[in-house]
């Protein structure tokens, strides 16, 4: 039975991006690319807008941990303001919120996942910790690689540019990332 609205969920996962398709394909919306290959993975019904994003709920397999699976359509400095309600009126306990974001200081290719640490100067992440109440959510960290400058301007201008790296290299790293996550939601990856 469901009561006051949502039905609450074993995890929120959070696919970090931009809204609008000037920031589609680019390296800082790879949160959104492998949340949404996770929706479609778990065969998720179309996501609804609410909480200030879009957002989808079902099992990931029958009998499987609830998941609902959210896209904040804020810009990825604001993104706690889309994380916080969901994760409140679902229920779900902070070290059950899955956030998947690019992360420049690794490698293209690399995927690790951790739960807290620090925020590495990335403002989607501060925003969450801000709006969630702490840092200890999970973390899947994509690695986009790092420009060869510390300029804030041309930093920011790489994340939000496209992929030079091949489609194919591009989707597997997606693919893996997406795999980190289901095993993590699974129970298969102790952190």
């Not at 609205?5 to 929120?12: F, K, R, V």
């Not at 920011?156 to 994340?159: D, I, L, Q, R």
């Not at 790296?165 to 290299?169: F, I, L, Q």
């Given at each position: 039975m469901r009561l006051g609205?949502?039905?609450?969920?074993?995890?929120?996962v959070v696919g970090l991006g931009n809204p609008g398709a000037e920031y589609a394909r680019t390296r800082?919306?790879?949160g959104f690319e492998i949340a949404n290959l996770l929706a479609t993975r778990w065969q998720l019904p179309k996501a609804k807008q609410k909480y200030a994003g879009l957002i989808t709920e079902g099992r990931t397999v029958p009998g499987g941990p609830r998941v609902a699976v959210l896209l904040p359509q804020t810009?990825?400095?604001e993104a706690g303001r889309s994380a916080g309600p969901a994760r409140g009126a679902l229920k779900v306990p902070l070290e059950?919120?899955?956030v998947l974001h690019d992360e420049i200081d690794l490698p293209f290719g690399e995927v690790r996942a951790r739960l807290g640490g620090g925020?590495?100067?990335h403002n989607g992440l501060k925003s969450l910790r801000r709006e969630l109440g702490g840092a200890d959510f999970v973390r899947v960290r994509v690695g986009v690689d790092r420009p060869p400058t510390t300029d804030p301007d041309r930093v920011?201008?790489?994340?939000l540019g496209r992929f030079r790296?091949?489609?194919?290299?591009v989707r597997e790293l997606v693919e893996r990332a997406a795999d980190t996550a289901e095993r993590i939601v699974a129970g298969e990856l102790e952190l």
């Open positions: 609205g949502a039905t609450p969920a074993d995890w929120l800082h919306n790879v810009y990825m400095n059950r919120v899955l925020l590495a100067g920011a201008a790489y994340v790296e091949p489609d194919a290299d």
